[in-house]
């Protein structure tokens, strides 16, 4: 290695789902089938490159009156940044800068552990129960933080707000951060918790329940004191996260509450359709409350499934991790796309 090399901060990077040129029926990164609410295509239709010319506001102070409304909180304690993920980024950043070890389940967004290795961060992954629930007890130790996604992924399964908030009594010491990126699909969101613990951090996203992926909007809510922590670091690194079209578009959407239930309410009934045809099919799967569903067939390998129906062109994602390298999470795409789906997986098992 040449002297420089040396010195390379090295990291094994997160490696997202295939996002492929041709057109499939993509079920493989828990994206929104529908498009976002009307009022965004309004804001595209209307926005005049003229406006480009000059520097966004770096305080998206629209993105988060809008947001601040809607949940019912004040401005100093929404922060938004360029998807959820740059939120959690800047939130390890921010908070984790303890000598003891963070705490976050072992199969979880596998975002979590990078982060925690480009900056250094101590960290325990805390085994799953057998069953693939989160053990509250294990998250009664010393450590230098706390990270749950509830529901968590890609198991889909949701925590009750008991559970979490027995997590924040027993942590006061420590910022805990509930990454609620697909609260929407059917999770009690952990924001009732926020006027009893200045330590909470609730994040969530425009990605998946407003379809807004292709946009990168998230947020954090969290006290006004966590909040003001949280944008020191932002503004000792890029002022200018979201620029001026992402910020009309984000708030027009969070300002179209019925579309976004509307479109909620067809994906979790599609899901929940989606785990009949499932069984029906041989497959055993978790209580999924997510936009996705996490399944194992007896008879067939998932990587087997998995490399069959990418034949065929149906994306569904496979990580060859230990205790989950049998299941496929499916996201659950529209009626049309899922029954497809379905034709193909009859048609793949009948040859097991
Ligand atoms: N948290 C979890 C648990 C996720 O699955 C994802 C999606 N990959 C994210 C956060 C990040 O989503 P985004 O950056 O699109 O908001």
Redesign the pocket.
């Known amino acids: 290695m040449s002297g420089w090399e040396t010195y390379v901060r090295k990291v094994e990077p997160y490696v997202?789902g295939e996002q492929p040129k041709r057109k499939v029926i993509k079920l493989n990164?828990?994206e929104n089938p529908y498009p976002p609410s009307p009022r965004v295509q309004k804001v595209l239709d209307g926005f005049d490159a003229e406006e480009l010319r000059l520097y966004p506001d770096p305080e998206a102070a629209d993105l988060i009156e809008a947001i601040a409304l809607e949940k019912g909180l004040s401005k100093d304690q929404i922060f938004v940044g360029v998807?959820?993920?740059?939120?959690?980024a800047m939130s390890f950043l921010t908070f984790f800068g303890s000598d003891k070890p963070i705490l976050f389940p072992d199969i979880?967004?596998s975002?979590y552990d990078v982060w925690a290795e480009l900056f250094r961060i101590p960290y325990v992954q805390i085994p799953l129960q057998k069953d693939f629930r989160i053990c509250i007890e294990d998250y009664k130790r010393e450590n230098g933080g706390i990270v749950i996604?509830n529901p968590n992924?890609p198991t889909g399964i949701a925590e009750s707000l008991d559970a979490i908030e027995e997590i924040l009594k027993t942590n006061p010491d420590s910022v805990v951060i509930i990454?609620e990126?697909?609260v929407d699909f059917g999770t009690k969101s952990a924001l009732a918790l926020l006027p009893k613990y200045e330590n909470l951090l609730v994040?969530q996203?425009?990605?998946?329940s407003r379809s807004l992926?292709g946009s990168?909007?998230?947020y954090a809510m969290g006290s006004p004191k966590l909040i003001s922590y949280l944008n020191d670091c932002k503004y000792s690194f890029n002022s200018y996260t979201m620029d001026r079209l992402t910020i009309q578009i984000g708030k027009a959407s969070m300002e179209d509450t019925p579309y976004f239930k509307e479109q909620v309410d067809r994906i979790v009934e599609t899901r929940e359709w989606a785990k009949e045809q499932l069984r029906r099919l041989g497959f055993t799967f978790l209580d999924s409350k997510a936009n996705f569903i996490f399944a194992s067939h007896a008879k067939m390998a998932a990587a087997v499934i998995f490399a069959a129906l990418k034949e065929k062109d149906i994306y569904v994602r496979y990580f060859n991790k230990p205790r989950i390298d049998n299941f496929l999470r499916i996201t659950i795409g529209t009626k049309e796309e899922m029954e497809r789906l379905f034709a193909a997986l009859e048609e793949i098992l009948q040859q097991a």
């Open positions: 997202p990164t828990n998807g959820s993920d740059d939120v959690l979880t967004y975002f996604p992924a990454d990126a697909y994040v996203t425009f990605s998946k992926a990168r909007i998230g």
